[in-house]
């Protein structure tokens, strides 16, 4: 199969595109590298430096490539930045899907996988899963969940089969270290939590002991982005084989609280920390069912919370 990997240079879409490789598929790549990396794109692998909001970018990559199947990666997903900007997410993350999805219906393309959000829940709080009541709270959960409805309604008119997948964190690097997490703007725990082991950071904050867990601190949803990928595989898979059209969260069904990223972290190298008094609106316990995506894909994470935590510092290190 040929997938074009929209927002490929990017680090989930990248670290897609090297399991891609390895599943033996043939990869196309279009990022306009406003937050992605040339470097991440293999070599072997077709670049096309363009945007999406442009028809006529994408319109040059399917006049020379006969693609398969779509895969998008190219939102903007900074949830304090879409509060400022909301128009700039719409936008992007709104006007720019349409534009592909255009061009998906043209040129006849019947497979797309949307890489969403489990911001799409809004102030959940507990375990989500696909069908629970959807109420984002930021311009950034508001703009993928209407584009899950734009897929939804172009796959209802024109023939479309899609995977919609929802996750939260993400962490983790490639183990060849050749991707990872490149960011001087991190804003998630283990990228946070690693640099203060490192010293790029003064202290890791942990934000509330007393909440209603085992340990007191807040639990949240983890994934390895090799994982990850690995699941964005098995969906395009899936719809070459014939695969109903599908929402689907990818989570650990159970999360990891603050402390024991922490503990886990320093069972590798020290890091400084200290607790400091608790945000507004945190919920004691955020993560995301699995149960589907084990069921139509078979998938479930096989890499553990010290793999994410190893590859994260790994790579920085490099």
């Known amino acids: 199969m040929k997938v074009l990997v929209v927002g490929g240079a990017g680090y989930i879409g990248s670290h897609t595109v090297y399991e891609l490789l390895r599943a033996n598929h043939e990869v196309v790549v279009l990022d306009n590298l406003s937050t992605g990396h040339r470097s991440f794109v293999p070599s072997q692998v077709k670049f096309y430096e363009g945007d999406i909001t442009k028809k006529e970018d994408i319109e040059k ?7 398969d199947a779509v895969m998008h990666f190219a939102a903007k997903i900074v949830v304090p930045e879409s509060v400022g900007k909301p128009l700039d997410y719409y936008y992007n993350n709104v006007e720019g899907v349409r534009v592909l999805l255009e061009c998906v219906v043209e040129h006849g393309i019947k497979r797309f996988v949307f890489s ?8 959940a709080k507990g375990v989500c899963h696909e069908d629970d009541v959807l109420a984002p709270i930021n311009p950034y959960g508001e703009t993928k969940l209407a584009v899950e409805k734009m897929i939804k309604w172009t796959a209802n008119a024109y023939d479309l089969s899609y995977v919609v997948f929802r996750y939260f964190n993400v962490a983790g690097a490639d183990k060849t270290l050749e991707i990872g997490y490149k960011n001087n703007k991190a804003t998630h725990l283990i990228p946070i939590a690693n640099e203060a082991a490192l010293g790029i950071r003064d202290q890791l904050n942990i934000y509330g002991n007393d909440y209603d867990t085992e340990d007191g601190t807040c639990i949240r949803d983890y994934v390895h982005v090799t994982d990850l990928a690995q699941a964005h595989v098995l969906g395009v898979e899936y719809l070459e084989k014939g695969g109903a059209s599908k929402t689907m969260n990818l989570g650990s069904n159970k999360g990891f609280s603050v402390l024991e990223v922490v503990k886990t972290l320093e069972k590798i190298t020290p890091v400084k920390y200290a ?4 945000r507004d609106g945190d919920p004691a316990l955020l993560v995301a069912s699995n149960d589907q995506a084990k069921k139509v894909l078979g998938w479930e994470p096989k890499l553990t919370l010290e793999d994410m935590i190893k590859s994260d510092l790994a790579y920085h290190k490099k």
Do not use: L, M
């Open 61 to 67: 990559v399917f006049k020379n490539e006969k693609i």
């Open 116 to 123: 969403s959000t489990a911001a799409v829940y809004g102030d």
């Open 275 to 278: 607790y400091a008094p608790r």
